[in-house]
């Protein structure tokens, strides 16, 4: 079946900064969708992503899918206090979403 | 328009008992998604049902689960002789057609004595 891996799990940052996490996916997939959880919460919908090569942008938020819609990428600049959380890939085929792990966020002031 | 509601957020059950999640998707969504998240995991994918069907279940153990989505009312993930390793948060999920985001309750946190 279908897998999504994520990397990092863990992203500690200084506040400020830039970081980037990675999606890949065993499979092509139709499209890919990002989400963010922070602690406690439940899963909010960012964006998603449909055609390859596709990059969209959200203030500070940086989404890629790559050309053979197989992985993605979200970066994030000047990272602040509000970035805190996790951010999942979530990649669609069909009707079913695959989410990766996950990737948690921390932020040093 | 009211999001994806679920309930209750917080059930304690003893080792043995069942578990009864709730789960009102957003006005117009017909697609349900259950999933289950551990501490520090990700979310994995439990059932998809779409209106009185199950479309999908592979992600639900075999023994003692068991979802529903009714014609008229919320759906309903339902665990009988829960163990100890039922424990989690169990979130719901709903969406308007497959190619669209999925909008997520917050979820019903789970916690077995």
């Known amino acids: 079946g279908q897998q999504v891996m994520q990397i990092p799990q863990y992203q500690h940052v200084q506040e400020g900064e830039d970081f980037t996490t990675y999606c890949n996916s065993s499979?092509?997939?139709?499209?890919i969708q990002w989400y963010k959880q922070r602690p406690g919460g439940h899963p909010v919908f960012l964006i998603q992503?449909?055609?390859?090569?596709e990059v969209k942008k959200q203030k500070r938020l940086t989404f890629q899918f790559g050309e053979a819609k197989k992985n993605s990428s979200l970066h994030i600049t000047a990272t602040q206090t509000t970035d805190v959380g996790t951010y999942f890939c979530?990649?669609?085929?069909?009707?079913?979403?695959?989410f990766g792990a996950g990737t948690t966020v921390t932020v040093r002031a | 328009n009211a999001g994806v509601m679920q309930n209750p957020r917080h059930l304690v059950r003893r080792r043995g008992q069942e578990a009864r999640l709730r789960c009102s998707p957003m006005?117009?969504?017909?697609?349900v998604y259950w999933y289950r998240q551990l501490p520090e995991e990700g979310l994995k994918f439990m059932v998809y049902?779409?209106?009185?069907?199950?479309?999908?279940e592979s992600g639900m153990p075999k023994e003692r689960f068991s979802a529903e989505f009714p014609k008229e009312g919320p759906s309903i993930l339902r665990i009988q002789q829960v163990v100890r390793g039922d424990s989690a948060a169990y979130f719901c999920?709903?969406?308007?057609?497959?190619?669209?985001?999925?909008?997520f309750g917050d979820g019903t946190r789970l916690s077995i004595l």
């Open positions: 999920a709903s969406r308007v057609d497959p190619k669209q985001p999925q909008h």
């Open positions: 499979t092509t997939l139709s499209n």
């Open positions: 992503l449909v055609k390859s090569g």
């Open positions: 979530a990649g669609n085929n069909d009707y079913k979403l695959s």
């Open positions: 006005k117009g969504h017909s697609h």
């Open positions: 049902l779409q209106k009185e069907n199950i479309i999908d």
